[in-house]
């Protein structure tokens, strides 16, 4: 018999989506952890998780480049950051159920994905689409009618609305969870900043 989860409390994705005026890459995740792991009110706040570390390894050459003196991070900084290389952010649970009490993909049921279209909307100039994991590529994979990607494997799509060319792109997961050196992480993330034109080919 199939479990049934209803009884579970219902959470709605607790941040805006980010998005810059120059936005040129969307970079989704699945959803924030538990506000309890939040070392700031943006995306990626659990400081174990290896995404600001990896953008400080492509960027500035700095793991810690995006960190304050006491591990937690700099969301001034960040956001700046963000916004002068036009990098948007978002998630693609818009409202989930957790299974179990903690931020594991494995155990999130996504009751309503993400409104692409609205987002896609707000961003003209964007052509690339990231997943931060094989849950949230699998959301994607199935609002753009589109095979699921492999881990650095890119897919490309007609959005239907517009007409635009989207590249789209499975990444490492940057959970500490995920079993790989954050400098691996960062090696392939940086593959994706080339491919979007925010960085050179060196």
């Known amino acids: 018999m199939t479990p049934d989860f209803s009884n579970l409390p219902l959470e709605r994705h607790p941040f805006p989506p980010f998005i810059p005026s120059n936005a040129k890459v969307l970079i989704m995740g699945t959803f924030p952890p538990k506000p309890i792991r939040w070392s700031m009110e943006f995306y990626y706040p659990n400081k174990t998780n290896d995404f600001w570390k990896v953008m400080g390894i492509i960027f500035y050459n700095d793991v810690d480049h995006f960190r304050l003196p006491d591990g937690t991070f700099d969301e001034a900084l960040i956001r700046n950051f963000l916004e002068e290389k036009g990098i948007a952010l978002h998630d693609t649970g818009a409202a989930i159920r957790r299974l179990k009490d903690n931020a594991s993909d494995k155990f999130l049921e996504i009751v309503e994905p993400v ?6 909307e707000k961003m003209p100039d964007c052509h690339v689409i990231a997943t931060t994991g094989e849950k949230a590529a699998s959301v994607i994979a199935e609002i753009t009618a589109s095979p699921l990607p492999k881990i ?30 954050v400098e691996k992480k960062a090696e392939a993330y940086r593959q994706l900043f080339i491919k979007a034109g925010l960085i050179a080919n060196p």
């Open 152 to 181: 650095g494997e890119w897919v490309e799509v007609v959005w239907p609305a517009d007409g635009r060319l989207l590249d789209m792109t499975r990444m490492p997961s940057t959970s500490r969870a995920y079993p790989l050196a």
């Open 115 to 120: 409104n692409l279209g609205a987002l896609l």
